[in-house]
C-alpha cells in the first residue's frame, strides 16, 4: 500500500456492519434513495447503572429518507453502529431531558459526524428542553470542552489533509449542530413526520422533561422519555401503534413515593397503556433488578391482565418495524 491509497483509506469509514458495497457510499448519502419503512430500534433500554447487556436509553427511528435519534446516552451510539447505521447518516436528533443516561453520546454523534462528514453534509439537527443550547456551546464552542480538539483539527495541516482526503474544502468549518429548544406542546415538522412534545413528569423543577410522539403515514411511535404515571402521557399517547414506556420499578419495591412519582412502576405502566388505548407496550429502561427470569414474564403477565395489547421486553437492538398502524415486524436485538 502505498501513500495515496493509505490517506484514501481514512476518506472512508463504515461500521462492521455494513455491505461491502456501502463503502463506496459517499457520507450524506442514504444506503437507498428508495423511502424505507417506518422502523425503530432500540439503541439502549439500560439505566444510568453500567451494564454490557443494556446501553443508556437511545432509540433511532427511520422514517422516510431521515434517521432520528431520540436520546442518546452512554452506549447508545455504539449500538447505533452495531445496528449497522453509520455515523454521519443521522439527520435529526431529539432529548427527552438532560439526565446523562439519556445525552452523554450528544458529544460522540456531533464530534465523529462532523469529522467523518468532512463539511459534505448539513448539519445536525438538533432539539431538546433547555439548557441544550448553552450545554451545546459548553461543548463545541470555542471556549467549551472540545474547543482546543476542534481548533486543532480545523487549523492543523495534518488534520485538514485528512479532511481534503475525505472530499472536504478548506477552509474546515467547527461543528455547528442546529440546536431548536423545544417544550411540552412543540411540534417539529419534517419529510413525511410530525414529532409533538408532551410533558412527562419526572425530575422537575431541575430538569425540563419531555415525552415524544412521532406520527407518519406507516403509523405512530410515542416514547415517554423518563416519566412516572400522568394524564399527559395518556393523552400524549392516545391510540398510538407503539408506546414505549420507562419501566424502572416492580410495582411495590420504589425505595419512595418520590421515586414512583418520578418513574413509576410496571401496574401504573399497564393502566397508562390501556387508558392511552395504544396497541403495542415496549417496556425499556429496564434496572438489573427487574432483568431476571421468572420477574420479566411476572411483569409481563401482571400488565396484560390490565392491558390488553401487545406487551414486549425491551432489549438493546431489538427493532420494530410499522405500516398500516400496526407493527409488522419485530426483530428481536444481537445481545453477544
Ligand atoms: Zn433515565
Ligand atoms: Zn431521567
New binding site residues.
Given amino acids: 500500500m502505498n501513500r495515496r491509497e493509505f490517506i484514501g483509506t481514512l476518506a472512508v469509514s463504515t461500521p462492521a456492519a455494513a455491505a461491502a458495497a456501502d463503502e463506496q457510499r459517499p457520507a450524506g448519502t442514504p444506503a437507498t434513495s428508495e423511502p424505507r419503512p417506518l422502523t425503530i430500534t432500540l439503541l439502549g433500554t439500560g439505566?444510568?447503572a453500567p451494564s454490557l447487556e443494556r446501553q443508556?436509553?437511545g432509540y433511532l427511528i427511520e422514517v422516510g429518507t431521515d434517521l432520528i435519534v431520540w436520546d442518546h446516552?452512554p452506549g447508545a451510539h455504539h449500538r447505533l453502529i452495531e445496528s449497522g447505521h453509520r455515523t454521519v447518516d443521522v439527520t435529526h436528533a431529539f432529548f427527552t431531558h438532560l439526565?446523562y443516561?439519556?445525552c452523554m453520546d450528544y458529544g460522540r454523534l456531533v464530534l465523529q459526524r462532523w469529522d467523518q462528514g468532512a463539511d459534505r453534509i448539513p448539519d445536525l439537527q438538533v432539539y431538546g428542553p433547555p439548557p441544550l443550547a448553552r450545554m451545546t456551546e459548553q461543548l463545541f464552542g470555542p471556549d467549551g470542552v472540545y474547543g482546543p480538539d476542534i481548533r486543532a483539527r480545523v487549523e492543523h495541516r495534518s488534520s485538514l489533509d485528512v479532511f481534503e482526503a475525505r472530499g472536504g474544502k478548506s477552509p474546515r468549518k467547527r461543528p455547528a449542530p442546529r440546536v431548536t429548544e423545544i417544550h411540552a406542546g412543540s411540534t417539529v415538522q419534517g419529510n413525511g413526520w410530525k414529532v409533538t412534545i408532551g410533558h412527562a413528569q419526572h425530575v422537575q423543577p431541575y430538569l425540563e422533561c419531555l415525552a415524544l410522539r412521532l406520527d407518519a403515514k406507516e403509523g405512530s411511535i410515542c416514547y415517554t422519555g423518563?416519566s412516572g404515571p400522568s394524564d399527559t402521557i395518556v393523552e400524549l399517547a392516545k391510540g398510538c401503534d407503539i408506546l414505549i414506556h420507562?419501566n424502572h420499578y416492580f410495582s411495590g419495591t420504589e425505595p419512595t413515593p418520590a421515586y414512583r412519582a418520578a418513574c413509576g412502576n410496571h401496574r401504573d405502566n399497564a393502566i397508562i397503556a390501556k387508558r392511552a388505548g395504544v396497541k403495542t407496550l415496549v417496556l425499556t429502561?429496564l434496572l438489573a433488578q427487574i432483568d431476571q427470569p421468572g420477574i420479566r414474564e411476572q411483569i409481563v403477565h401482571e400488565i396484560q391482565q390490565v392491558f390488553d395489547g401487545k406487551v414486549v421486553w425491551g432489549e438493546d437492538l431489538m427493532r420494530l418495524g410499522l405500516s398500516g398502524s400496526r407493527v409488522s415486524t419485530i426483530e428481536p436485538g444481537q445481545q453477544e
Fill in positions: 439505566t444510568p443508556s436509553s446516552g439526565h443516561d439519556h423518563d420507562m429502561h
